[in-house]
């Protein structure tokens, strides 16, 4: 009995072993104590540019990819590049977040850390997801929250009055603050054959009295061009306690000032050049541009994005 219980086992081995070997075979792993260990030679560095190339590449516009790619080869492979992929630890990547204040730009960070290894495991490099367990302190930065596609579609539902449709379209299409889209003045403003917006209203924050941003004819085609203002009966107060009103009614998290992070993340999001952003809405800095208005948008088609990519087309940008 103790001979036929000393075979079955060593058949039982025999199968177990069998079977490791055709798993490895399919997935690239080995097995020690019936745990599966893999085999990947990745290092993280040279699984983020083998992920960003190949599977981010395809869907970023090249405005994006190449901003994605300047932040993994700044900020990520010089700290943790050389880690092989299968010796990531959540301590190696929570130390790596402790060290960057919650922002915009870590926020982004995150992002790649987190799309890249929850690929890593699906294609069965890793056997679970190290940054899956890292502990996120809430970015309380001064960050006002962005319109995501399927709120632009709920706000542009929710008004009921002419006039602050046309403003959310206007704000939203152009990045003005709100006092200077009220004081633009359609005769003497706007450059209708070139189609260009010219704003001379001094700008507080870099002291620059003149900015230029271009728009399409169908962004002005229900306002009264002969008026002396864009908006003659909206005042900035008037502005601010509608849209707080709808926001509230709405449960939309966002304030006025969102319509111009909109408009930047938008801009970002078709593929338009960071420069001509940067220049359009007055930021003395890429880096502000970059790092506190641009925010990652979801895939949906909306009038402002649908607005912005035409832009883009005719500039051909």
């Known amino acids: 009995m103790t001979e036929d219980v000393a075979q079955l086992n060593v058949r039982m081995t025999n199968i177990e072993n069998m079977v490791n070997e055709m798993l490895m075979l399919v997935k ?13 030679a990745y290092t993280f560095a040279e699984w983020l540019l083998h992920w960003q190339e190949k599977y981010k590449r395809p869907k970023q516009s090249g405005e994006v990819y190449k901003w994605n790619l300047k932040r993994i080869t700044d900020n990520i492979i010089p700290i943790l590049g050389d880690i092989p992929l299968t010796e990531l630890t959540t301590d190696h990547m929570q130390d790596f977040i402790n060290d960057i204040p919650p922002s915009n730009a870590r926020d982004k960070l995150t992002h790649i850390f987190s799309g890249s290894l929850r690929k890593a495991l699906d294609l069965g490099h890793l056997v679970r997801n190290p940054f899956k367990a890292v502990e996120l302190e809430k970015n309380t930065s001064v960050s006002y929250p962005v319109l995501q596609p399927h709120t632009q579609l709920k706000i542009l539902w929710a008004i009921n009055n002419p006039k602050y449709l046309r403003m959310f379209m206007f704000y ?64 900035a107060d008037g502005a601010r306690q509608y849209f707080y009103k709808l926001f509230k009614k709405h449960d939309i ?65």
């Open 28 to 40: 690239g792993t080995t097995f020690s104590n019936s745990v599966a260990v893999p085999t990947c």
């Open 172 to 235: 939203c299409c152009t990045g003005f603050r709100l006092s200077e889209g009220l004081s633009i003045n359609p005769k003497n403003d706007i450059d209708y054959f070139f189609h260009k917006i010219i704003l001379t209203m001094p700008d507080k924050k870099n002291k620059k009295h003149k900015r230029i941003v271009p728009y399409l004819p169908s962004l002005l085609n229900d306002f009264d061009l002969t008026s002396d203002t864009l908006f003659p009966d909206v005042t």
């Open 253 to 317: 998290d966002a304030c006025f000032h969102s319509f111009r992070h909109t408009f930047i993340s938008c801009c970002y999001h078709v593929g338009i050049p960071i420069k001509y952003i940067q220049k359009w809405v007055g930021h003395t800095s890429v880096v502000m541009t970059m790092d506190t208005y641009t925010h990652i948008l979801t895939a949906e088609n909306t009038p402002i994005l649908d607005y912005i990519t035409k832009l883009k087309s005719v500039l051909k940008l």
